[in-house]
């Protein structure tokens, strides 16, 4: 008997021990079932009550689990530990695209153009349309941003303040609303009033991330403020979840039930979510669309580029919604955290961007053509402190920037291989693009060593303006500046979803009597069909164009002005 009860003692204090220990839970309750009670419970326990989503966060034991798990007044009981990434990066492919801007006027991104929002503007700019940025936050200091925006909640600290660490969000935010105040950018919306919930932030792998209940808790206080105000409510979520597993194991078809309920709530309640369809697509894989977009109660944006062609990373399916520009969008950035960067030889200006993370400055000098830059013999003895002026392909941007090092150059100048010669190889990176940032085996991490390398002024330009440089560099000039910004180019289908947002908020500006529904059916509906004829699962209806849905949802505001801009015979 002795001995028994021993052995049973032995078990039972690793036991209780083992048991004590809690996890981060999210328990959904049944509709109707009175939730306040239930969650009361468990006040010791770090609750955090998401009211409005029927739901509440809390620690458990893994035996609290099972007991809420027989409970009949529980939906479910989720980890809270299903992370989301943000879908974009200051590292792009393709092409570089201008990331300079004059300094005293204002810039109309392409894709602004492209989904036809001026033709919009002189009846309404998104006007007392609420937008609510799901992201890394705001910087609502931003000249941009700050006369519009209208407050935040932080799912990180739990703190009124979503102040952008990273800078994804506030790129959103631009490309919705910035402001049309004669410098910098403007958005597609510039009226619109932005509100920020920060539910993700760097996670030190290079891009941030957050959780389903972070997620939920901003979506919790999204639909506490249009509770309270009413009017109409757009949501931006440019993140995601892979669902496709021949990407990742870390991808994950079943989705977390918690934001499955969150966005339908949302929609129920007749606000619109959009979400980014993801970037894990290749050249030889087209990656299913992640979640949220994925999710029914969410409209899914694709990334086309500036000709209109799907982008190489974008997600698709036939979930798959509407397209918007997604490659090489410029926008407003963390102030005092962007780029701009530019090459200027004999008086003309190159389209340019820097490669990440070149040094700052700008610098002149004789610049000296090197080829492909790949290995020493490569580099003319007269590279010595002048500009190499070098051809992608072969080796690595990192290699052929520091082949030029060592060979005595003083700045690079690296231009695109030509994609009329090599397309199925050049421009087709997904983020391999514009870095000299190596990535670990884990094809996620960037290299600390790159990372704290003291590189060189190091720009990108296009394969046509390299060309051009090449013929005339015997003895020739150039200057190449980086310098820190408030801008800055960013791709991902991130970018491509505050496009279909700003349009969202444009229609219903112009509009403002039609419900959520009537919006979305007008923006899909009127979307401009690209790739295989009709709704395909590439570009989902095709390109956003803002200007025939908020014509068809309000003709009469174009009669007169829709008629002298259309004027033909021209
Ligand atoms: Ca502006």
């Given at each position: 008997?002795?001995?028994?009860?021993l052995?049973?003692?032995?078990?039972?204090?690793?036991?209780?021990?083992?048991?004590?220990?809690?996890?981060?839970?999210?328990?959904?309750?049944?509709?109707?079932?009175?939730?306040?009670?239930k969650?009361?419970?468990?006040?010791?326990?770090?609750?955090?009550?998401?009211?409005n989503?029927?739901?509440?966060?809390?620690?458990?034991?893994d035996?609290?689990?099972?007991?809420?798990?027989?409970?009949?007044?529980?939906?479910?009981?989720?980890s809270?530990?299903?992370?989301?990434?943000?879908?974009?990066?200051?590292?792009?492919?393709?092409?570089?695209?201008?990331?300079?801007?004059?300094?005293?006027?204002?810039v109309?991104?392409?894709?602004?153009?492209?989904?036809?929002?001026?033709?919009?503007?002189?009846?309404?700019?998104?006007d007392?349309?609420?937008?609510?940025?799901?992201?890394?936050?705001?910087?609502?200091?931003?000249?941009?941003?700050?006369?519009?925006?209208?407050?935040?909640?932080?799912?990180?600290?739990?703190?009124?303040?979503?102040?952008?660490?990273?800078?994804?969000?506030?790129?959103?935010?631009?490309?919705?609303?910035?402001?049309?105040?004669?410098?910098?950018?403007?958005?597609?919306?510039?009226?619109?009033?932005?509100?920020?919930?920060?539910?993700?932030?760097p996670?030190?792998?290079?891009?941030?991330?957050?959780s389903?209940?972070?997620?939920?808790?901003?979506?919790?206080?999204?639909?506490g403020?249009?509770?309270?105000?009413?009017?109409?409510?757009?949501?931006?979520?440019?993140?995601?979840?892979?669902?496709?597993?021949?990407v990742?194991?870390?991808?994950?078809?079943?989705?977390?039930?918690?934001?499955?309920?969150?966005?339908?709530?949302?929609?129920d309640?007749?606000?619109l979510?959009?979400?980014?369809?993801?970037?894990?697509?290749?050249?030889?894989?087209?990656?299913?669309?992640?979640?949220?977009?994925?999710?029914?109660?969410?409209?899914?944006?694709?990334?086309?580029?500036?000709?209109?062609?799907?982008?190489?990373?974008?997600?698709q399916?036939?979930?798959?919604?509407?397209?918007?520009?997604?490659?090489?969008?410029?926008?407003?950035?963390?102030?005092?955290?962007?780029?701009?960067?530019?090459?200027?030889?004999?008086?003309?200006t190159?389209?340019?961007?820097?490669?990440?993370?070149?040094?700052?400055g700008?610098?002149?000098?004789?610049?000296?053509?090197?080829?492909?830059?790949?290995?020493?013999?490569?580099?003319?003895?007269?590279?010595?402190?002048?500009?190499?002026?070098?051809q992608?392909?072969?080796?690595?941007?990192?290699?052929?920037?520091?082949?030029?090092?060592?060979?005595?150059?003083?700045?690079?100048?690296?231009?695109?291989?030509?994609?009329?010669?090599?397309?199925?190889?050049?421009?087709s990176?997904?983020?391999?693009?514009?870095?000299?940032?190596?990535k670990?085996?884990?094809?996620?991490?960037?290299?600390?060593?790159?990372?704290?390398?003291?590189?060189?002024?190091?720009?990108?330009?296009?394969?046509?303006d390299?060309?051009?440089?090449?013929?005339?560099?015997?003895?020739?000039t150039?200057?190449?500046?980086?310098?820190?910004?408030d801008?800055?180019?960013e791709?991902?289908?991130?970018?491509?979803?505050?496009?279909?947002?700003g349009?969202?908020?444009?229609?219903?500006?112009?509009?403002?009597?039609?419900?959520?529904?009537?919006?979305?059916?007008?923006?899909?509906?009127?979307?401009?069909?690209?790739?295989?004829?009709?709704?395909?699962?590439?570009?989902?209806?095709?390109?956003?164009d803002?200007?025939?849905?908020?014509?068809?949802?309000?003709?009469?505001?174009?009669s007169?002005?829709?008629?002298?801009?259309g004027?033909?015979?021209?």
């Amino acid at each position: 008997m002795k001995r028994a009860a021993l052995v049973a003692l032995f078990f039972l204090v690793p036991l209780t021990a083992f048991a004590q220990q809690t996890q981060r839970y999210i328990v959904g309750m049944k509709p109707g079932v009175t939730r306040g009670a239930k969650a009361a419970q468990w006040a010791g326990r770090n609750l955090e009550d998401l009211a409005n989503l029927d739901s509440f966060v809390v620690n458990l034991t893994d035996a609290e689990v099972q007991a809420l798990r027989n409970d009949a007044s529980v939906r479910y009981v989720e980890s809270a530990e299903i992370k989301f990434f943000a879908l974009g990066t200051t590292v792009h492919p393709g092409t570089p695209v201008a990331e300079s801007h004059p300094v005293d006027a204002q810039v109309t991104p392409y894709g602004v153009t492209m989904v036809r929002a001026p033709q919009v503007w002189p009846v309404a700019k998104g006007d007392g349309v609420n937008v609510a940025i799901v992201d890394t936050g705001i910087d609502y200091t931003h000249p941009e941003i700050k006369d519009h925006y209208q407050g935040g909640f932080n799912a990180i600290t739990g703190t009124s303040d979503p102040r952008d660490d990273d800078g994804h969000g506030t790129h959103v935010a631009g490309t919705i609303a910035a402001a049309d105040n004669g410098f910098g950018v403007v958005g597609v919306a510039p009226n619109a009033k932005i509100w920020s919930a920060k539910v993700l932030a760097p996670d030190g792998t290079g891009t941030s991330s957050g959780s389903n209940a972070q997620i939920a808790s901003g979506l919790n206080w999204v639909l506490g403020k249009r509770n309270e105000l009413g009017g109409h409510w757009i949501v931006n979520m440019s993140l995601g979840q892979c669902t496709d597993v021949t990407v990742s194991s870390q991808c994950s078809p079943i989705p977390s039930v918690t934001m499955q309920n969150a966005c339908q709530k949302l929609a129920d309640a007749g606000i619109l979510v959009f979400a980014a369809s993801g970037n894990d697509s290749t050249t030889t894989h087209a990656a299913t669309v992640g979640y949220p977009a994925a999710f029914s109660s969410v409209i899914a944006v694709g990334a086309v580029d500036s000709t209109q062609t799907v982008a190489v990373f974008s997600n698709q399916g036939p979930e798959l919604a509407v397209s918007g520009p997604g490659v090489g969008v410029f926008s407003s950035f963390i102030v005092g955290k962007g780029t701009n960067s530019f090459v200027n030889s004999a008086g003309n200006t190159y389209d340019a961007s820097a490669l990440i993370p070149a040094g700052k400055g700008t610098l002149s000098g004789q610049y000296v053509y090197c080829g492909l830059g790949a290995t020493a013999a490569d580099f003319p003895a007269s590279v010595k402190n002048n500009i190499a002026l070098i051809q992608r392909g072969t080796a690595t941007f990192n290699l052929k920037t520091k082949n030029a090092l060592a060979a005595g150059a003083k700045a690079v100048v690296i231009y695109n291989c030509s994609i009329a010669a090599t397309p199925t190889t050049c421009g087709s990176e997904t983020f391999g693009g514009w870095t000299l940032v190596g990535k670990l085996s884990d094809g996620v991490t960037d290299d600390p060593a790159d990372l704290a390398f003291a590189w060189p002024i190091d720009i990108g330009i296009s394969y046509a303006d390299g060309e051009a440089l090449r013929k005339a560099a015997a003895g020739a000039t150039l200057t190449e500046t980086n310098v820190v910004d408030d801008y800055a180019v960013e791709s991902g289908t991130s970018m491509a979803c505050p496009h279909a947002v700003g349009v969202a908020a444009l229609v219903w500006s112009v509009a403002p009597n039609a419900s959520a529904s009537d919006i979305k059916s007008a923006i899909l509906n009127n979307a401009a069909d690209l790739g295989a004829t009709g709704k395909d699962n590439a570009y989902g209806f095709g390109l956003l164009d803002a200007f025939a849905a908020a014509r068809q949802l309000n003709p009469a505001a174009f009669s007169v002005k829709g008629r002298m801009a259309g004027r033909r015979g021209h």
